[in-house]
């Protein structure tokens, strides 16, 4: 069984598309987020949801736009998709108000924009 | 803020030889720490977390590291590197306090040669 499960694994598609990544995750976990990884490998959050509530949102483009249908699933959709969005987006989760736990990821998405 | 230092951009070890990665955190309380790796083409798994408690903790694959809190560093070690030890490696921190997104360091990248 997975736990933080991400699809698509890899996506290619052209400029000015619009694209969806879908996030599940079978922990029960309250909170989500979506990280980008870029070409250097560095890793930075996006959004953070609990409970399906926007919490966190790091000055991304308005072109990002996560949606939490419950609170096991959050997506991101991207508008207009430009070269510089081309990075590996990771989504995870973990419990809210439990300590001592780490953050689960999923496989990540490798966004190709051509 | 919160932020993670990896002072080694790219690391090359002999099989059977000793590694350790460096990693200095800056925060304002004591954090939650993580080490996670990330093989080429694949996700992040976590090595070893600390939360409290022993300043040495264990992680898989016969990793250990260290918190000092003195030099707000948690290195992590291996006595004898395997070849398929080679990976990215991210040391992350994390507040106690709500469920706050990981903050990564840029990584650290670890070849193994014969």
């Known amino acids: 069984d997975t736990a933080v499960s991400q699809t698509p694994k890899y996506l290619v598609t052209q400029m000015g598309n619009d694209k969806s990544i879908k996030c599940e995750q079978n922990?029960?976990?309250?909170?989500m987020y979506w990280y980008k990884q870029d070409s250097k490998k560095f890793l930075k959050i996006m959004f953070s949801y609990n409970n399906k509530e926007l919490i966190i949102n790091e000055t991304v483009p308005n072109r990002f736009s996560p949606k939490s249908p419950d609170k096991a699933h959050l997506n991101l959709h991207i508008n207009s998709l430009e070269l510089g969005d081309s990075a590996v987006y990771f989504c995870a989760s973990t419990p809210l108000g439990v300590k001592n736990t780490e953050a689960f990821f999923g496989q990540g998405t490798r966004l190709t924009v051509v | 803020a919160q932020s993670v230092t990896q002072p080694d951009i790219h690391i090359t070890v002999s099989e059977g030889a000793s590694l350790e990665l460096r990693c200095n955190y800056s925060?304002?309380?004591?954090?939650?720490l993580f080490w996670y790796v990330q093989s080429p083409g694949q996700g992040l798994q976590l090595l070893l977390k600390y939360f409290s408690g022993d300043t040495l903790v264990q992680g898989i694959k016969g990793f250990e590291a260290e918190f000092k809190r003195s030099q707000s560093s948690f290195n992590l070690r291996k006595p004898s590197v395997h070849w398929s030890d080679a990976a990215e490696y991210f040391c992350?921190?994390?507040?106690?306090?709500?469920?706050?997104?990981?903050?990564f360091g840029k990584g650290t990248r670890l070849s193994v040669i014969a």
């Open positions: 925060y304002g309380a004591t954090p939650y």
């Open positions: 992350a921190v994390g507040a106690r306090s709500g469920n706050t997104p990981l903050v």
């Open positions: 922990l029960g976990h309250d909170t």
